[in-house]
């Protein structure tokens, strides 16, 4: 099980370099979605077939088509050099960024105290997620639902067009 | 767990390797190794199968005399000399065209097909992978067919591969909530996304097509739709884009693309008769897996009914049609269920 995560993890990272390294967008677009499928797998191996499945449906199934959707319909010239390299600056206050984001990840993940303890073990199973977001996670559950009507709404509201009058 | 035919032919077989073998773990692994072929060996006889099985059925539907001479007068042998044919056609990649994602296309259309194949429940314990979010998993793999044909249609360089990929994925997108969502009921009746499970309950014929009748009629139009077969074949209609995403490719790799098609259409036949025809079930004198595969091929033979007495539908006929139409009717029938599950004290 270990080696497979080691895989996995490499398909994940193969996936995030190639999206940040590549010239042509759609080809980031598609480098994403592998980053997106190696993220599911981790999840399978790690036993949580539920996340693995949420993981694969909601992200490389329709995050992933929203983006080349919106890159395709958007972008109508050649794309070979859609995603050109960026000035000196630019690369050096992307990898600042990047590397501040890894050490607050790498900082949390470490403070954190993992596993054992008294505290069960957290929901995996369907029913147990389900009934922990209709029941203790109630609200926030409302919240999103809310948000997500409120964004509905509005896509229909543009795709609709402006009032002629 | 209850035995059938094909589990306790596993259990033999397993039992043989370890014998011969005396590792555990490598008579597993040959099981596995057993069971994948079977599948891809299911996918590629369907293919076949249905090639022939297809023509043969739309020259019945049209009073037309179908293929009858490769072969004796039935024409038997036409699979074979279809297959030749492609085989022999050469491969031509259009000037211009995106190499790898145009190769990748065809490829990984396939994987998702050929992936959900794990899931079914063939005959009671006959089951590949047997996952307790079966239901769910098995969608969300399917939902990945979606993608490579938007990479094809980009690939190929060319206007109506990429109107056909724009096409395939507003339409999938558009019935896959449906489907989904018809599926609800079934989920809320029997308490589990088990596949396995889900046939089990409908033990004494009392099969979800009766329980659920607006579920079923709202998931093989749904299926028909995600199978993009006539009446909703926009994606390569040919009197419009020529032949949508496979426009470009010729020979094998067009192959691919009709072999992930057959599997599909035996997979939208297999899901229904799992979810509302009893799966393996039936009376005990033919055993599990033959209940299995003659009701599903009924209900592929239903979907080439379809094909051959529908006229093809427009794009925005489709949408609005899977929008207005099939989501709220599905989300009504689950409002259903759960109001006649609380009247009968089920909850």
């Keep these: 099980m270990q080696l497979l995560f080691y895989v996995f993890a490499l398909v994940t990272i193969v996936g995030a370099l190639g999206m940040v390294l590549s010239h042509n967008i759609v080809h980031s677009a598609f480098y994403l979605v592998l980053s997106f499928i190696g993220l599911a797998l981790i999840y399978f191996s790690l036993s949580a077939p539920f996340l693995g499945a949420v993981q694969l449906m909601v992200y490389s199934g329709a995050v992933a088509i929203l983006v080349i959707m919106a890159i395709m319909m958007v972008r109508r010239t050649d794309m070979t050099v859609s995603n050109p390299t960026q000035s000196l600056i630019k690369r050096f206050v992307g990898a600042g960024t990047a590397a501040l984001f890894f050490v607050l990840m790498g900082l949390s993940i470490v403070l954190t105290p993992l596993g054992g303890g008294d505290a069960a073990l957290p929901a995996t199973e369907a029913a147990d997620l389900a009934g922990l977001l209709l029941s203790r996670f109630a609200l926030p559950f409302e919240l999103i639902a809310l948000l997500l009507l409120a964004a509905m709404l509005g896509a229909l509201l543009l795709a609709r067009g402006g009032d002629e009058s | ?347």
Excluded: H
Aim: hydrophobic share 55%.
């Design chain 2, 1 to 347: 767990m209850e035995t059938s035919f094909l589990s306790g032919l596993a259990l033999w077989l397993r039992g043989e390797i370890y014998g011969v073998t005396g590792i555990p773990v490598l008579s597993d692994l040959a099981l596995d190794v057993i069971g994948i072929a079977l599948l891809l060996g299911i996918i590629s006889m369907a293919a076949i199968v249905f090639t022939y099985a297809e023509r043969k059925v739309c020259a019945f539907m049209q009073v037309r005399l179908g293929p009858n001479r490769v072969g004796g007068r039935f024409g038997l042998l036409q699979p074979v000399a279809d297959m030749l044919k492609l085989m022999s056609k050469e491969d031509i990649m259009p000037e211009g065209a995106d190499k790898v994602l145009w190769a990748l296309s065809p490829a990984l259309l396939f994987v998702p097909a050929a992936l959900v194949y794990a899931f079914f429940p063939f005959d009671a314990g006959a089951v590949l992978a047997d996952v307790n979010v079966g239901v769910f998993l098995l969608f969300a793999i399917s939902g990945q067919a979606v993608l490579p044909f938007l990479m094809g249609g980009y690939a190929s360089n060319n206007k109506y591969s990429m109107v056909g990929g724009f096409r395939v994925v507003s339409q999938m997108i558009s019935y896959e909530a449906p489907l989904l969502f018809s599926l609800l009921g079934i989920l809320m009746l029997t308490g589990s996304m088990r596949l396995e499970d889900i046939v089990e309950a409908q033990a004494g014929g009392l099969w979800f097509v009766f329980l659920q009748p607006l579920a079923f009629v709202i998931f093989l139009i749904s299926a028909v739709a995600e199978t993009n077969r006539t009446p909703f074949d926009l994606v390569e209609g040919e009197s419009e884009i020529i032949a949508g995403p496979f426009t470009e490719y010729s020979g094998m790799r067009w192959a691919l693309f009709f072999l992930a098609e057959y599997a599909n259409l035996l997979t939208a036949a297999i899901l229904a008769t799992t979810f509302f025809l009893g799966g393996y079930l039936g009376p005990d004198f033919l055993p599990g897996f033959a209940w299995f595969f003659l009701k599903a091929v009924l209900m592929v033979f239903l979907i080439m009914w379809f094909r051959w007495t529908f006229p093809r539908t427009r794009v925005d006929q489709i949408l609005s049609f899977g929008w207005k139409a099939m989501l709220p009717l599905s989300i009504l029938n689950v409002f259903l269920t759960g109001v006649v599950m609380c009247a009968l004290g089920l909850v």
